[in-house]
T-cell receptor, first 108, second 114 residues
Framework: DAKTTQPTSMDCAEGRAANLPCNHS???????VYWYRQIHSQGPQYIIH???NNETNEMASLIITEDRKSSTLILPHATLRDTAVYYC?????????FGKGTKLSVKP | DAGVIQSPRHEVTEMGQEVTLRCKPI?????LFWYRQTMMRGLELLIY????????DSGMPEDRFSAKMPNASFSTLKIQPSEPRDSAVYFC????????????FGPGTRLLVL
């Protein structure tokens, strides 16, 4: 599975959009980009995934660049409850390999 | 839907004791995963099952760890004998199908081995 690179931490003001970047320059054609998050003391939670098209669901939007080497997770209106560690994972094998993720702090 | 259920939620035991962690996956899901999370190593996959059969146990740290899935609605992760370095949060997750990376995680079992 391709390796991903994410910033260690980010801050976001409550009510503003949170844009979390992820680099995956070695991604191969059959690998998906998955995003999970882990709120303190809870199990990881699936957010969204995509192959090459942009995706949107009730939680977030996923923007994948045309060359697929990077992506951005967008939380359109961040709330305090969105404070969590966000993991970007690239995989085609059915297994999730979690890196260190980005610790997002949403501040009032 | 109750989601993935794990028990116990917290376990404190002494070194050398046997520990059994339990997991009930979401009904209808065919794959089940066991993970361990520590501050040092992050979240690691230990083993996963598909249709109750162990597919990949390469993440199991050593022979003291064993996992079983006797039926589609129940799995156990056993540590015998336990050691202080086994202290961690153990998560169980299930997914609808093989190769389906949308996994649904349980709340975890926080294990402390003294």
């Amino acid at each position: 599975d391709a390796k991903t690179t994410q910033p260690t931490s980010m801050d976001c003001a409550e009510g503003r959009a949170a844009n979390l970047p992820c680099n995956h320059s070695t991604i191969s054609g059959n690998e998906y980009v998955y995003w999970y998050r882990q709120i303190h003391s809870q199990g990881p939670q699936y957010i969204i995934h995509g192959l090459k098209n942009n995706e949107t669901n009730e939680m977030a939007s996923l923007i994948i660049t045309e060359d697929r080497k990077s992506s951005t997770l967008i939380l359109p209106h961040a709330t305090l409850r969105d404070t969590a560690v966000y993991y970007c994972i690239v995989t085609s094998q059915g297994n999730l390999i979690f890196g260190k993720g980005t610790k997002l702090s949403v501040k009032p | 839907d109750a989601g993935v259920i794990q028990s116990p939620r917290h376990e404190v035991t002494e070194m050398g004791q046997e520990v059994t962690l339990r997991c009930k996956p979401i009904s209808g899901h065919n794959s089940l995963f066991w993970y361990r999370q520590t501050m040092m190593r992050g979240l690691e996959l230990l083993i996963y099952f598909n249709n109750n059969v162990p597919i990949d146990d390469s993440g199991m740290p050593e022979d003291r760890f064993s996992a079983k899935m006797p039926n589609a609605s129940f799995s156990t992760l056993k540590i015998q004998p336990s050691e202080p370095r086994d202290s961690a949060v153990y998560f169980c997750a299930s997914s609808p199908a093989t190769g389906e990376e949308t996994q649904y995680f349980g709340p975890g079992t926080r294990l402390l081995v003294l």
